[in-house]
């Protein structure tokens, strides 16, 4: 397949039965991307409500996590069962997790509950990605990938009003049965555009390595375990056995026969190695949102309504360079493969500075001068990522392409529960826990300098990914 076929306009992209499938792909994503908004906006009243400061990021990490498992299913579901019935089931397992949610009495069952939310929205994000490729010709997959990752910006506008109204009335549970009827409408939006192909499901060209899978959601929950750890000895003990679980999933994956990730992956000096990366690094970057919404609240006095919102802009930004960005040059992302990380690390940087400082706020009224570099993190993202995921694409060995298109939201999953994670070990090491003002203070500032590291890892190791889909090239 060359890569120089000029890539399809929006409008034809929208015509016809084009634009149902199109629609039909998209819900999915907004199904788990609404929650999503939903439950960063209701966070601080949940806990205030049930208590369990502590796990203030495992309601994020177990959601993920369990995200990871979907995602890498997601593949051999199409195979077995087909589009149309896959969706469908991913789905009710979705529902099932928001009813338990909406009525948990304790944090225990919240994030029981929260683990069978993320398993549903790891399965329609995987297959949302993985059809892209089946439903649409190539030169369709960078709109198509543009206009999945909008669907971020729809929950931008729906998942925060939705979470702030019920926080701010008291009401926090109605959020999450409000999941319920969108999740509804989309199934029916599937039942009648994606038909199952009964070819599909005879045709399994690999087993799914379930015991790698599940080794990736233990090293989830082991570091997840080192935020909760009283002293650095079990922390980095925590980081040490992750590690090594990844090091022997490596190995196991370039040598065995049956790989949870296609060739290529475990080296930064391949193209699929390095795009992987970046999207690994990228997505670690955004996860700072997690703790937007608290530190909105409780350094600035920001209601929750305006606290989602404001946490939304990093999504909004990303919809908007993703739409904005899909349609460029080979030639020109590659430029946008150094500068776009280079925006998102410079945003973090600021709101690492600003957010922390209350006087912005209380003294001064400038709040809003948050909103830039809120914005500009999700924008630096959103500028790359249909050019990485289009790349991914066009550098997967033949034969693993289900494989190469369902990792893409695997390690997406992966990198935001790992985020999740450091994140919470970050923010407990500055005394998150406390409760206190200073305690959220220091948090915000740790949290965001660490993280702004991240997209600037991704500058330096992108060499191999500029090098990925170059015209002319045939795979």
Avoid at 38 to 52: A, E, N, W
Avoid at 82 to 110: E, K
Avoid at 152 to 175: C, D, K, M, N
Wanted: include cysteine.
């Amino acid at each position: 397949m060359s890569t120089s076929q000029q890539t399809a306009s929006w409008s034809e992209l929208f015509s016809g039965k084009n634009g149902i499938r199109a629609v039909a792909l998209c819900g999915g994503v907004v199904v788990h991307a609404i929650n999503v908004y939903i439950v960063t906006t209701i966070m601080p009243s949940v806990v205030q409500d049930l208590g369990g400061l502590e796990y203030y990021a495992w309601n994020t990490t177990l959601f993920i996590a369990a995200s990871i498992l979907g995602s890498a299913l997601s593949s051999s579901w199409i195979e077995r069962l087909g589009l149309r019935n896959s969706f469908l089931t991913a789905i009710l397992i979705f529902i099932v997790g928001s009813m338990g949610a909406a009525m948990s009495p304790t944090m225990l069952l919240l994030l029981v509950a929260r683990t069978i939310q993320g398993l549903g929205g790891g399965l329609l994000l995987g297959l949302s990605f993985a059809s892209v490729r089946m439903v649409f010709a190539p030169r369709f997959w960078p709109r198509t990938m543009a206009l999945i990752s909008s669907m971020w910006g729809v929950a931008t506008l729906a998942g925060p009003a939705v979470g702030g109204i019920f926080a701010e009335t008291g009401h926090w549970r109605l959020a999450f049965w409000a999941t319920v009827p969108v999740a509804i409408a989309v199934a029916f939006l599937v039942n009648s555009q994606l038909k199952t192909d009964a070819k599909k499901k005879a045709k399994l060209t690999n087993q799914t390595p379930l015991f790698k899978i599940l080794l990736l959601t233990v090293s989830v929950l082991i570091l997840s375990f080192g935020s909760l750890a009283t002293s650095w000895t079990l922390t980095m003990l925590c980081i040490v056995i992750v590690v090594s679980i990844l090091y022997a999933i490596a190995r196991d994956d370039i040598n065995g026969k049956n790989p949870l990730f296609p060739s290529g992956t475990y080296s930064v000096r391949q193209p699929l190695g390095s795009l992987y990366a970046g999207i690994g690094l990228m997505s670690i970057g955004v996860t700072s949102e997690v703790f937007i919404p608290y530190f909105l609240q409780h350094i600035h006095e920001v209601g929750p309504l305006v606290a989602g919102y404001m946490t939304a802009l990093m999504s909004a930004g990303w919809t908007t360079g993703s739409i904005l960005m899909s349609g460029r040059s080979w030639r020109f992302a590659n430029k946008l493969l150094i500068i776009s990380p280079l925006v998102s690390a410079v945003c973090l940087a600021v709101l690492g500075v600003l957010l922390p400082w209350q006087g912005l706020s209380l003294e001064h009224q400038l709040t809003w001068v948050l909103y830039l570099p809120l914005f500009g993190v999700g924008l630096g993202v959103g500028m790359i990522w249909p050019h990485l995921s289009t790349r991914v694409f066009l550098s997967t060995k033949p034969g693993q392409e289900n494989m190469a298109s369902a990792a893409i939201t695997t390690l997406q999953m992966y990198a935001m529960s790992v985020g999740a994670a450091l994140a919470g070990i970050i923010t407990t090491s500055a005394g998150f826990n406390t409760g206190t003002l200073q305690g959220a203070q220091n948090s915000a500032a740790w949290l965001l300098f660490c993280f702004a590291g991240m997209p600037v890892i991704f500058v330096c190791i992108s060499k191999a990914a500029r090098r990925a889909g170059a015209p002319n090239e045939t795979h």
